[in-house]
């Protein structure tokens, strides 16, 4: 069962939501992210290289850090940074070239389905024709496609090794160089104002 915590500050508008996430290195060489559920905590099975995926704010330059925390791995440690370093390049070029978010029709409804496979679904019922639910669902595809390049466009990638006797809590922001937590968990200073962070938590599945 997964947890997701949503962070909000008492002073400003600032919000960041972190997740419980895994990846793993498919046959085809494809990095694969996933929501850390029930149904999905045997999708890395079998795979050379896998691992948890952990988001933070560095609060000196104001970016956000994604980092790939390897905890299994097959190869030699340079080949597994190098491998995992090619599959995430070629992902975020491929949302940031075609959109993260896609549209699929089926016989009544309309979904939008994310680079996670999660789905948003449009009732053709909930609209006065077919066509208007898709074009509201393309509205929709245009406004988190352009979030979403946002969202990259200010993010640093990291890429660690660690196991349980040697997590690596700690890491190096990829931009400046300065020294915070591996995750947002926790964490209580607003990185926009300084002010009071609160942290709710759901779970998941």
């Given at each position: 069962m997964g947890i997701r915590v949503n962070y909000m500050c008492e002073n400003c508008d600032f919000e960041f939501q972190t997740d419980d996430v895994m990846f793993h290195i498919n046959q085809d060489g494809k990095l694969e992210e996933y929501l850390l559920l029930m149904m999905t905590c045997s999708n890395g099975r079998g795979s050379k290289i896998n691992g948890y995926v952990f988001e933070?704010?560095?609060?000196?330059c104001g970016k956000t850090i994604?980092?790939?925390r390897i905890t299994h791995n097959e190869y030699d440690q340079d080949e597994a940074f190098e491998i995992v370093k090619h599959a995430l390049d070629e992902k975020n070029d491929m949302i940031l070239r075609n959109g993260g978010y896609h549209l699929e029709i089926e016989d009544y409804a309309v979904y939008l389905t994310d680079y996670f496979g999660d789905g948003y679904e449009y009732d053709f019922?909930?609209?006065?024709?077919k066509e208007d639910a898709i074009a509201e669902a393309q509205k929709e595809i245009d406004r988190l496609n352009e979030k979403l390049a946002e969202?990259?466009?200010?993010t640093v990638y990291n890429i660690v090794i660690g196991d349980e006797e040697n997590p690596l809590e700690i890491i190096n922001c990829p931009n400046c160089n300065d020294e915070l937590p591996i995750s947002f968990e926790g964490q209580r200073e607003c990185p926009k104002c300084g002010g009071l962070l609160l942290g709710f938590d759901m779970l998941l599945d």
């Open positions: 933070t704010i560095c609060l000196n994604k980092t790939y019922d909930d609209y006065d024709s969202s990259m466009e200010n």
